[in-house]
């Protein structure tokens, strides 16, 4: 076969005509090779409906005998696990019962020996419960018998009782009994004992009864085409039932009392027309029965030999009309999704439409997302196209920034050495007198302070920004905050001849935080609004209260914030345009510490303007805190 395909290729390289059309020679070559039989979509489903219906009837009897079984023994599975689930519920009654028994035990009224007084509790329990609740202690001596009056003298139970009560206690877990007769009334009951341990090494055992009758709670209810629901106890009496008369207290039939004394629980046919399963309560060692007609349980093995014979012949019959209706659907599907191929790869619309098989559709949903990832993938390299480029023109503006800042460090450096170096020349001129002496000693002190002002703005950025800053939070008073700022920046307020208005109420605002760093914050709040300020302009400290809240604003009708500055207003180096007359410089760091010491208080801080010229508001919001007690006292 493959010195074909080459021979072929060799004299048919590039074309050939095969039934009359011109084909590519790859396609030619392996349409063509003779080893390959060449089959139409409806005679391949013919063929693959005859090879695999031949096997199904010819084996069909195996097959269907086991069915058969099969049906069967879900019947019995299903009755089995109603009958489980029937003792489930049983048991679920009984462990709430056991529950309230050991809610009981639990009674600080037993515990302290108050016999009286736990009596009147136990028969406040049953009341109304159709039960009863009788307390022995360790010798079998009943202490409390709620089914006899209080004042009713109880009898010596002792030798009855003594042996089943430390049998509990040696046991100590609940012991549930079989279907008892109560004493007086004889009417059916079923009783729970359980072992009590106190301290002191007091000993009891509580024994809860009630009537048998209550148990059908736990029975599904009687219906038509449902089958019958029994309780028997471990001796093989008759509990409970769910269908009247319930025939409390009789034996069970011979078939299903043998099974229980021999522990059987698989399918017992009771010879009544009725076949009974049985599952055991590992809680209370009890059996339920469950009972169905025979007729209910065979009559459906028979009914799915009938419908699976009908079946086999129906399909038969369908087979043929299938194939035939089928390969003709299956040819226009796989055009329908060559088409759609051709019309993706050549980037027009999607053209999909439902064919209706499964494979077809998901190989051209496969078409459909490969198209659709190489379209996502030039979209997402477009846009990491323009994210790198608006990341390298962030990375340029953080260059000019920096750029910027260097320059400008350079020049808040250099401008206080002229100042220094006249006043050092002066204060080596000979002869000098005491008042140029003492104006060059203020030119050098003006100036190291400005400095020593810039590098300690350095080191708190850095601090900051590298959270080694620590606050020393105590309880504050906003006033007191205003006027160590006001003290600290009052040299340069007057120099300006601004009109400093404080507005903060009568009433004193508290707040947590450390107060040199907000002195720092208000401070270089004060200076800034100084900076941008014409003279003899108006500046406003106001602070009050908004709920828990302290807003703290430093007002000014200075040069104002322009737009594209305000969005990054508290940024590193971030400054607006100098004036010509601007005394002060600055390197941009005020505000970012502003920001940076406010969250560490826990607050915010915002700036607002209306535009150039119209000035600024700057607003710190800090969470208060109450007042010192020593204060409030005072």
Same mark, same amino acid.
């Not at 009590?196 to 038509?224: C, K």
């Not at 003279?535 to 703290?552: F, H, Q, Y």
């Not at 801080?605 to 150039?612: C, M, P, Q, R």
């Given at each position: 076969?493959?010195?074909?395909?080459?021979?072929?290729?060799?004299?048919?390289?590039?074309?050939?005509?095969?039934?009359?059309?011109?084909?590519?020679?790859?396609?030619?070559?392996?349409?063509?090779?003779?080893?390959?039989?060449?089959?139409?979509?409806?005679?391949?489903?013919?063929?693959?409906?005859?090879?695999?219906?031949?096997?199904?009837?010819?084996?069909?009897?195996?097959?269907?005998?086991?069915?058969?079984?099969?049906e069967r023994d879900a019947?019995?599975?299903?009755?089995?696990?109603?009958?489980?689930?029937?003792?489930?519920?049983?048991?679920?009654?009984?462990?709430?019962?056991?529950?309230?028994?050991?809610?009981?035990?639990n009674s600080s009224k037993?515990?302290?020996?108050?016999?009286?007084?736990?009596?009147?509790?136990?028969?406040?329990?049953?009341?109304?419960?159709?039960?009863?609740?009788?307390?022995?202690?360790?010798?079998?001596?009943?202490?409390?018998?709620?089914?006899?009056?209080?004042?009713?003298?109880?009898?010596?139970?002792?030798?009855?009782?003594?042996?089943?009560?430390?049998?509990?206690?040696?046991?100590?877990?609940?012991?549930?009994?079989?279907?008892?007769?109560?004493?007086?009334?004889?009417?059916?009951?079923?009783?729970?004992?359980?072992?009590?341990?106190?301290?002191?090494?007091?000993?009891?055992?509580?024994?809860?009864?009630?009537?048998?009758?209550?148990?059908?709670?736990?029975?599904?209810?009687?219906?038509?085409?449902?089958?019958?629901?029994?309780?028997?106890?471990?001796?093989?009496?008759?509990?409970?039932?769910?269908?009247?008369?319930?025939?409390?207290?009789?034996?069970?039939?011979?078939?299903?009392?043998?099974?229980?004394?021999?522990?059987?629980?698989?399918?017992?046919?009771?010879?009544?027309?009725?076949?009974?399963?049985?599952?055991?309560?590992?809680?209370?060692?009890?059996?339920?029965?469950?009972?169905?007609?025979?007729?209910?349980?065979?009559?459906? /093995? $028979?009914?799915?030999?009938?419908?699976?014979? =009908?079946?086999?012949?129906?399909?038969? %019959?369908?087979? *043929? @009309?299938? &194939?035939?209706?089928?390969?003709?659907?299956?040819a226009k599907a796989i055009?329908?999704?060559?088409?759609?191929?051709?019309?993706?790869?050549?980037?027009?619309?999607?053209?999909?439409?439902?064919?209706?098989?499964?494979?077809?559709?998901?190989?051209?949903?496969?078409?459909?997302?490969?198209?659709?990832?190489? /379209? $996502?993938?030039?979209?997402?390299?477009?846009? =990491?196209?323009?994210?790198?480029?608006? %990341?390298?023109? *962030? @990375?340029? &503006?953080?260059?000019?920034?920096?750029?910027?800042?260097?320059?400008?460090?350079?020049?808040?450096?250099?401008?206080?050495?002229?100042?220094?170096?006249?006043?050092?020349?002066?204060?080596?001129?000979?002869?000098?007198?005491?008042?140029?002496?003492?104006?060059?000693?203020?030119?050098?002190?003006?100036?190291?302070?400005?400095?020593?002002?810039?590098?300690?703005? =350095?080191?708190?950025?850095?601090?900051?920004?590298?959270?080694?800053?620590?606050?020393?939070?105590?309880?504050?008073?906003?006033?007191?905050?205003?006027?160590?700022?006001?003290?600290?920046?009052?040299?340069?307020?007057?120099?300006?001849?601004?009109?400093?208005?404080?507005?903060?109420?009568?009433?004193?605002?508290?707040?947590?935080?450390?107060?040199?760093?907000?002195?720092?914050?208000?401070?270089?709040?004060?200076?800034?609004?100084?900076?941008?300020?014409?003279?003899?302009?108006?500046?406003?400290?106001?602070?009050?209260?908004?709920?828990?809240?302290?807003?703290?604003?430093?007002?000014?009708?200075?040069?104002?914030?322009?737009?594209?500055?305000?969005?990054?207003?508290?940024?590193?180096?971030?400054?607006?345009?100098?004036?010509?007359?601007?005394?002060?410089?600055?390197?941009?760091?005020?505000?970012?510490?502003?920001?940076?010491?406010?969250?560490?208080?826990?607050?915010?801080?915002?700036?607002?303007?209306?535009?150039?010229?119209?000035?600024?508001?700057?607003?710190?919001?800090?969470?208060?805190?109450?007042?010192?007690?020593?204060?409030?006292?005072?």
């Amino acid at each position: 076969m493959r010195l074909e395909m080459v021979q072929f290729d060799a004299l048919q390289r590039d074309r050939c005509t095969w039934r009359g059309v011109q084909i590519n020679a790859n396609y030619a070559t392996m349409l063509c090779l003779k080893s390959i039989p060449v089959m139409k979509v409806r005679s391949l489903l013919a063929l693959t409906i005859t090879v695999t219906l031949v096997p199904v009837v010819v084996f069909f009897a195996a097959p269907l005998s086991r069915l058969v079984e099969a049906e069967r023994d879900a019947g019995v599975r299903t009755m089995q696990e109603a009958a489980r689930a029937t003792s489930l519920a049983v048991d679920a009654q009984w462990y709430e019962i056991i529950g309230l028994v050991r809610a009981t035990s639990n009674s600080s009224k037993l515990e302290g020996n108050q016999m009286v007084a736990f009596g009147n509790k136990a028969r406040s329990l049953v009341q109304g419960r159709s039960a009863y609740l009788i307390l022995y202690n360790e010798d079998g001596q009943q202490l409390i018998n709620t089914s006899v009056s209080t004042d009713a003298a109880l009898p010596d139970t002792r030798i009855a009782s003594g042996e089943r009560i430390a049998a509990v206690l040696a046991g100590d877990k609940p012991v549930i009994s079989n279907l008892l007769r109560a004493p007086g009334s004889g009417r059916h009951v079923v009783a729970m004992e359980f072992p009590v341990h106190l301290p002191e090494n007091r000993n009891y055992v509580m024994s809860y009864g009630f009537d048998a009758a209550l148990l059908a709670q736990a029975l599904p209810p009687p219906a038509e085409g449902r089958g019958v629901f029994r309780i028997y106890d471990r001796d093989g009496r008759l509990i409970q039932s769910n269908r009247l008369p319930t025939g409390a207290g009789s034996i069970a039939p011979a078939p299903i009392a043998a099974a229980i004394k021999s522990l059987e629980s698989g399918l017992i046919h009771t010879g009544d027309g009725t076949y009974t399963v049985l599952a055991r309560s590992p809680l209370t060692g009890w059996w339920i029965a469950m009972s169905e007609t025979t007729e209910k349980v065979d009559g459906t /093995t $028979e009914r799915t030999v009938l419908l699976s014979s =009908l079946g086999l012949a129906l399909a038969l %019959a369908l087979a *043929v @009309a299938t &194939a035939w209706a089928l390969s003709d659907r299956v040819a226009k599907a796989i055009a329908q999704t060559s088409a759609a191929a051709r019309a993706m790869g050549a980037g027009g619309d999607d053209p999909r439409a439902p064919s209706g098989i499964d494979e077809l559709d998901h190989l051209a949903e496969s078409v459909y997302q490969a198209n659709r990832l190489l /379209t $996502e993938a030039a979209i997402e390299r477009e846009r =990491l196209l323009v994210q790198a480029q608006q %990341a390298r023109e *962030v @990375a340029d &503006a953080q260059n000019r920034a920096k750029d910027e800042f260097l320059a400008m460090l350079g020049h808040e450096l250099r401008n206080p050495m002229a100042p220094i170096s006249m006043a050092a020349h002066m204060l080596s001129m000979p002869g000098l007198d005491q008042a140029k002496l003492r104006h060059a000693s203020q030119v050098i002190g003006r100036q190291v302070e400005h400095m020593n002002r810039l590098v300690n703005d =350095l080191l708190d950025v850095s601090r900051v920004t590298r959270g080694l800053i620590s606050l020393e939070r105590k309880p504050l008073q906003i006033q007191s905050i205003i006027a160590s700022a006001l003290e600290q920046a009052s040299s340069i307020v007057e120099a300006g001849k601004h009109e400093l208005v404080v507005e903060t109420g009568n009433a004193p605002l508290w707040l947590s935080g450390d107060a040199i760093r907000l002195v720092q914050v208000l401070t270089n709040l004060l200076v800034n609004a100084v900076k941008y300020s014409p003279p003899n302009t108006r500046i406003v400290v106001r602070a009050a209260e908004e709920g828990s809240t302290l807003v703290l604003s430093v007002i000014d009708n200075g040069s104002g914030i322009e737009p594209d500055l305000l969005p990054r207003i508290f940024d590193l180096f971030s400054q607006g345009a100098r004036r010509p007359d601007r005394a002060a410089g600055g390197l941009g760091l005020g505000l970012a510490l502003v920001r940076k010491i406010v969250e560490l208080h826990g607050g915010t801080v915002t700036a607002y303007s209306e535009g150039v010229g119209k000035g600024s508001c700057f607003t710190i919001r800090l969470p208060m805190c109450e007042a010192p007690v020593e204060t409030e006292t005072a």
